[in-house]
Nanobody, 117 residues
Framework: QVQLVESGGGLVQPGGSLRLSCAASGSIFGLSAMDWYRQALGKERELVARLTRVGATSYTDSVKGRFTISRDYEKNTVYLQMRSLKPDDTAVYYC???????????WGQGTQVTVSS
């Protein structure tokens, strides 16, 4: 059974940085992409960043140039480095793994990021 565990969230002042981690355990076959999503209070969940198995990355416009998604293959962990954080970045952040063997992505439990002075 695949499990994803996020960590690294917290309270940070505007302009600050955080690095989120998503550690995967279990047998993962046919991994095709790893995503970071976020959901702010009262809003729909949105895709923030994606890293494909071949290393291609993509970002939603509001975080381009500020967030970086990366992966540690040995640790089976995906990261989201967040810089120049803004209050609008406040949300619960989730990681998701897409595989060819599962019709639905695997999700983590989420980690809260709050950007406030």
């Amino acid at each position: 059974q695949v499990q994803l565990v996020e960590s690294g969230g917290g309270l940070v002042q505007p302009g600050g940085s955080l690095r989120l981690s998503c550690a995967a355990s279990g047998s993962i076959f046919g991994l095709s992409a790893m995503d970071w999503y976020r959901q702010a209070l009262g809003k729909e969940r949105e895709l923030v960043a994606r890293l494909t198995r071949v290393g291609a990355t993509s970002y939603t416009d509001s975080v381009k140039g500020r967030f970086t998604i990366s992966r540690d293959y040995e640790k089976n962990t995906v990261y989201l480095q967040m810089r120049s954080l803004k209050p609008d970045d406040t949300a619960v952040y989730y990681c998701a793994f897409h595989t060819a063997t599962s019709p639905a992505p695997y999700w983590g439990q989420g980690t809260q990021v709050t950007v406030s002075s």
